[in-house]
């Protein structure tokens, strides 16, 4: 076993003088490291010894653990480190580490939390969610391997998400006659590597997780020929991000907005990066108004400064707009706002990316309404290389531009992690589906400005002396939307209503005549019939669209585009027997044979709307019944 | 910048704790916070005062009872409420009441009655969509791996397999219809973290918490506390043979599921001295974790236990 002086150290101080221990441990500082590798290359070990070597495990935990190792244990008659850190008991029975699990111990200077992530490229996901909060990455290789594929990848995604203290720890030492010569070698293959991906620095050190060697103490007896730190020591003393950030300008996102009565309005918020004190000179973003802080509000009374990383509530002295989601800066340098980005995507849904497909985008206390165009490349994340793609499925990296419907305050992501780190959620099943890196922000976002007009949309509704409104009828094919959304039209007509109607095959033969059928194409279709039919309603027009509209996010989409209530979704419900029956295209019989491929109803899905605002079931009702039960339904129209 | 301003592991896990609960203020409608009167719950209550200064915390404490805690949990549950200013709710699930379940006769079917299905009836009752619970990662290997924003479904269970990726200290808030989240802001503390805290702040806990002479009897190779020996008697069928021992509570729960260890641990510091060189879990002390071999609370948290 290796050298424990610092155990036994820290030992003796609690038992002779807790509260000179105490004290000590008060002034700890907090460090966030990641484990990469696989479960061969001992992770799990090493991270069991870190935890048995800081006195993290109890007389309890090691008789289970002794138990367990002998029934299920991978080291014979020793203690398997391993079993301590498996958690769930899938997992245990696999042998192999699913999750991302968080491990916890202490030194005499640091407290520690270790992000223990599976090495496995189908876990890419769970190694990024891992290295999201770590100021350190420790890449285990096997000394009897040397670097392998997922050393590179490891190191790669380690890099993406802007780790800059790596450590190559090159484990089972004890397996290679603890020989310098193969230490040596692997350490020069990492550093060719490293360079090649942008990696400025590393440490590498030559340890045995299972007998201990350099991890408390170095060198240890069977290293005499190492000159570096053990790796407690190199953990203890390596700077942490949160200093770093402090010397960044002043940036912090509006959570809650503290108003306990009429004589207080506080903002309340962790500050990203830099520092604040009453009187500095600030801007809030996006709106640009500028202000200076009163004061800086806590619990145990008002501070002379704020730093990154602390959470607190600000004072202005201006009555000043500012809510959630708003941005408070250094007033002379503050961030940038824009809607269009270039992003490095990492996929986490099992469900692929839809291109065009309008997701929430969360980013700081942001949450906005965006779309990823199509990848400009995916990275094969173990061959470094830019490969073509249509969309990224789950682990895929890529990097596309993304467009929010409102501008967003951000950073470049290599600049400040908080204001340039978003996550995409699903708006149908609300699951998180990819987190992202803002790189930069398109110049045309910044030159092309709406322009504001002087006849607004209400003057248009107003000489037209009619309520706009988009009338979207969703069915399958053959369910009758178009003749009905006709006959819908013709009614309004004679109520001198001024409508349109948009119909799916004659929008196919011109604004869209480039789309195929596929799932990203219908997608593309229906965001641009969206876009022409809500300036259509901008102009003040009652808008029917007659599109099959297969998919929930698309509609929701096209809602969303639009002021509240003036998207109005009409579910034209046909059983599909009953539209196949009437078939008025042929269309049916093709995709039966096979002629016609992505066929709604066929071999593609149709979700049901769940809340449609108004249904008409076209077996119970003729056109006509169907046509005026729907009229009836918005009426009045003004 | 001045040494000094270097922020301690403590303040950074405080502040990431307020970071996360007024995340959960701004996004759900209806957040509650769970409070059980030990430790963690002191910690969590301190923690939401800091948060929303001068504020009030915007949220209501809910207790689910199980009327087995010991009486000096529910005078400073009492006290604590009036304090804050905060609304405290107490649920009791009618049916156990009714049917008489006890931590002695009915084994781990007082647990499931009293606190998880006490806790569904509660949630449901009032609405709440979003529950702070002050759970920690370094209690139990299967809580190492729970999110932070951690969702149960309509019936309250947790699916540890679809958990969504957390990234940085961005939380995905949007549930779908009929479900929760419990939220466990205090995700990245240890025991250790949690009494200096409590000693750096000056946190009321209570008071079983320090050593003292008190009643006390052996019950299935547990050392319990007589806290009420007229009810324990009536459930017991007989009346427990008390011995004055100087004991503490590691944790506190259900006085007949909660064993004391023998200590003369009565400050704070030697508390944490005497954790510090303990040689027995935290949660040892309770029988909970004993159920169903190595898989107990993962097994549990998947029925809607918290």
Not at chain 1, 55 to 80: H, N, P, R
Request: net charge negative.
């Amino acid at each position: 076993m290796a050298d424990q002086d610092v155990i036994y150290k820290t030992e003796a101080l609690i038992a002779e003088d807790i509260d000179a221990y105490l004290d000590q441990h008060q002034h700890k500082t907090m460090l966030r490291f990641i484990t990469c590798g696989s479960v061969d290359d001992g992770k799990s070990t090493l991270i069991g010894r870190l935890l048995y070597d800081s006195k993290m495990i109890f007389e309890d935990q090691l008789a289970a653990l002794e138990d367990d190792s002998k029934k299920v244990g991978t080291q014979g008659q020793e203690i398997d480190f391993a079993l301590l850190v498996d958690g769930l008991a899938a997992e245990r029975e696999q042998g192999i580490t699913i999750d991302v699990a968080y491990r916890f111990f202490n030194t005499e200077r640091r407290k520690f939390i270790v992000a223990d992530c599976p090495g496995h490229e189908q876990y890419t996901r769970n190694m990024v969610t891992g290295a999201s909060t770590a100021d350190l990455a420790v890449i285990l290789i096997d000394a009897r391997k040397g670097v392998l594929v997922q050393t590179r990848r490891h190191s790669f995604l380690c890099h993406l998400i802007g780790i800059r203290n790596i450590v190559l720890a090159v484990n089972k030492m004890d397996l290679v006659d603890y020989s310098q010569e193969v230490f040596d070698k692997i350490v020069a293959d990492y550093a060719g590597f490293a360079k090649e991906i942008g990696i400025e620095s590393f440490t590498a050190l030559p340890i045995s997780g299972f007998k201990g060697d350099n991890i408390t103490t170095a060198p240890s007896a069977n290293t005499p020929w190492y000159e570096g730190p053990s790796l407690i020591d190199h953990l203890e003393t390596v700077e942490v991000r949160s200093a770093v950030d402090r010397n960044k300008p002043f940036r912090m996102p509006v959570q809650w907005v503290n108003r306990p009565n009429l004589d207080f309005r506080g903002f309340s918020g962790l500050i990203a990066t830099g520092s604040i004190k009453p009187g500095d000179a600030v801007r809030v973003l996006p709106s640009g108004k500028t202000s200076t802080v009163k004061s800086i509000v806590t619990f145990d009374g008002e501070l002379d400064e704020g730093v990154a990383g602390q959470s607190l509530t600000l004072t202005f002295a201006d009555e000043i707009d500012c809510s959630r989601g708003n941005v408070i800066s250094v007033s002379d340098n503050p961030p940038q706002v824009a809607d269009q980005f270039e992003a490095t995507i990492v996929w986490m849904a099992d469900e692929a990316l839809h291109v065009g497909r309008s997701y929430w985008l969360k980013l700081a206390t942001q949450t906005v309404s965006a779309t990823v165009q199509a990848p400009k490349y995916e990275i094969d994340v173990n061959s470094l290389e830019h490969l073509a793609a249509k969309t990224l499925e789950l682990n895929q990296i890529g990097v596309a531009e993304v467009l929010t419907d409102k501008p967003i305050v951000f950073e470049p992501y290599t600049d400040n992690r908080t204001l340039g780190g978003f996550i995409l959620v699903d708006k149908i099943t609300n699951a998180t589906v990819a987190a992202g890196m803002l790189n930069f922000s398109l110049r045309r976002s910044q030159n092309v400005h709406w322009q504001p007009t002087d006849v607004t949309r209400e003057s248009h509704a107003i000489m037209k002396n009619q309520t706009p409104r988009l009338l979207w009828f969703t069915g399958l094919s053959g369910s009758g939307k178009s003749t009905i959304a006709n006959e819908v039209e013709k009614r309004l007509a004679l109520m001198n209503r001024h409508t349109f109607l948009l119909d799916g095959d004659n929008v196919r033969h011109g604004l869209n005549k480039d789309l195929g059928f596929t799932e990203a194409d219908r997608i593309e279709n229906i965001r641009r019939v969206g876009e022409v039919a809500k300036l259509m309603v901008d102009a003040g027009l009652i808008v029917m669209t007659a599109f099959i509209s297969p998919f929930r996010a698309e509609r929701q989409m096209v809602r969303d585009m639009l002021p509240e209530g003036e998207f109005v979704e009409i579910f034209v419900d046909t059983p599909l027997e009953v539209a196949e029956a009437r078939d008025v295209k042929g269309l049916y019989k093709k995709a039966r044979s096979g002629e016609l491929k992505n066929f709604t109803g066929i071999d593609s899905p149709y979700e049901v709307p769940e809340k449609p605002d108004i249904v008409v079931n076209t077996v119970e009702m003729s056109v006509e019944e169907a046509a005026q039960h729907i009229v009836d339904q918005l009426l009045p129209l003004k | 910048m001045s040494e000094t301003a270097t922020l301690t592991h403590l303040q950074r896990l405080e502040a990431e704790a307020i970071h996360i609960m007024r995340e959960v203020v701004a996004e759900a409608d209806k957040p509650v916070m769970l409070y059980s009167v030990g430790k963690d719950s002191a910690v969590m209550l301190h923690l939401a005062r800091k948060a929303f200064y001068p504020s009030p915390p915007p949220f209501p404490l809910l207790h689910v009872d199980t009327t087995w805690k010991f009486k000096d949990m529910y005078a400073l549950r009492d006290k604590m409420a009036r304090e804050s200013g905060m609304d405290l709710l107490v649920y009791h699930n009618e049916e156990a009441k009714e049917r008489g379940i006890n931590p002695f006769d009915h084994g781990p079917l007082h647990t499931d009655m009293w606190k998880t299905e006490g806790l569904k009836q509660a949630l449901t009752k009032y609405g709440f969509d979003a529950a702070f619970g002050g759970a920690r990662r370094d209690e139990e290997k299967s809580r190492a791996k729970e999110r932070i924003f951690s969702f149960r479904t309509a019936s309250h269970g947790w699916d540890p397999k679809n958990q969504r990726p957390e990234l940085w200290n961005l939380y995905n808030a949007k549930k779908n219809k009929g479900e929760s989240i419990r939220i466990f802001p205090i995700s990245n503390w240890t025991e250790l973290d949690i009494w200096q805290y409590i000693m750096a702040e000056g946190i009321e806990i209570v008071p079983l918490y320090f050593a003292a002479k008190r009643p006390t009897f052996v019950h299935d190779g547990q050392l319990l506390m007589a806290d009420d020996i007229e009810r324990l008697e009536s459930v017991l069928g007989y009346r427990p043979d008390i011995t004055e021992r100087s004991v503490r509570f590691r944790t506190l729960g259900c006085f007949p599921l909660t064993g004391a260890v023998e200590s003369e641990a009565a400050t704070l510091s030697d508390v944490v001295q005497e954790t510090l060189l303990t040689t027995t879990s935290e949660r040892q002390g309770r029988v909970i974790d004993k159920d169903a071999g190595g898989a107990g609370m993962e097994k549990k948290k998947q029925e809607g236990y918290f």
